[in-house]
């Protein structure tokens, strides 16, 4: 692994709930990391760690391979990856994502 794959490692393992976005959870810097954000706060999840991936980009690249998924926003959970947006608008309007946050 080498040391940004360990930092990331550590960032996911370090959080129940951690979302890589572009732009913080006040301020998304896109459309897509706003959804994102949105979905979690309607789930009502209140304690969200965020990464800010235009600040640092060798996390903005190396989580694209982390998880071998190619587009930001990406949401993980207890350590496991979720999906993106697209993935977490699904997963929340089947009731899916809410008891994955529940649990």
């Known amino acids: 692994m080498t040391d940004v794959q360990e930092r990331i490692d550590s960032i996911v393992k370090g959080g129940r709930v951690v979302l890589f976005?572009?732009?913080?959870?006040?301020?998304?810097?896109?459309?897509?990391?706003?959804?994102?954000?949105?979905?979690?706060?309607?789930?009502?999840?209140?304690?969200?760690?965020?990464?800010?991936?235009?600040?640092?980009?060798?996390?903005?690249?190396?989580?694209?391979?982390y998880a071998n998924w190619p587009t930001i926003p990406q949401l993980y959970v207890a350590g496991e990856f979720v999906g993106g947006s697209d993935i977490m608008m699904e997963m929340y309007q089947s009731g899916e994502l809410q008891q994955l946050l529940d649990q």
Request: charged share 25%; with cysteine; glycine share 12%.
């Open 21 to 65: 976005m572009k732009g913080t959870a006040q301020f998304p810097q896109c459309g897509f990391s706003g959804r994102a954000i949105q979905v979690l706060k309607a789930c009502g999840v209140t304690e969200i760690k965020t990464v800010n991936v235009l600040e640092d980009q060798d996390i903005r690249q190396g989580i694209k391979d």
